[in-house]
């Protein structure tokens, strides 16, 4: 494998985790939002997925996002009489987003967004290193 090929390997990688940030931002943002109504579901919890793709001008597997797709675990209810969007029962529909869960995911894109960075940086690096020689 060339550095050209580790250098693409590591910004699709890159693209793929800022996808799940940027989804994760929106699930956090909306962590307390419930519907207007007892008839509609608040907002749904959203997950990435991701698949490796054959790049053939490169010949190397690419991550990239396969679905952005909604998580289908229940909702919450919280007893909440008051509410505009309480049901008959006192019961307001919360979104399925837990926030720990959210932090901890966003922690491993993070760390994975920084891993496949380091890996740009050493290969620029090597590359810069190889010039100087061959002057």
Known sequence: ???????????????A???RMRVISENLANANSVAPNSKTDPYRRKVVTFQDELDPNLGV???KVDKIKEDNTKFESKYDPGHPAADANGYVKMPNVNPF?????????QRSYEANLNMIET?????TRTVEILR
């Not at 494998?1 to 693209?15: E, K």
């Not at 869960?101 to 894109?109: I, T, Y």
């Open 123 to 127: 290969a620029k690096s090597m590359m």
């Open 61 to 63: 597997d690419l991550l």
């Open 17 to 19: 985790q800022s996808v």
């Open 1 to 15: 494998m060339d550095l050209l090929q580790s250098l693409m390997i590591s910004a699709s990688g890159m693209r």
């Open 101 to 109: 869960v959210e932090m901890m995911d966003m922690r491993q894109a």
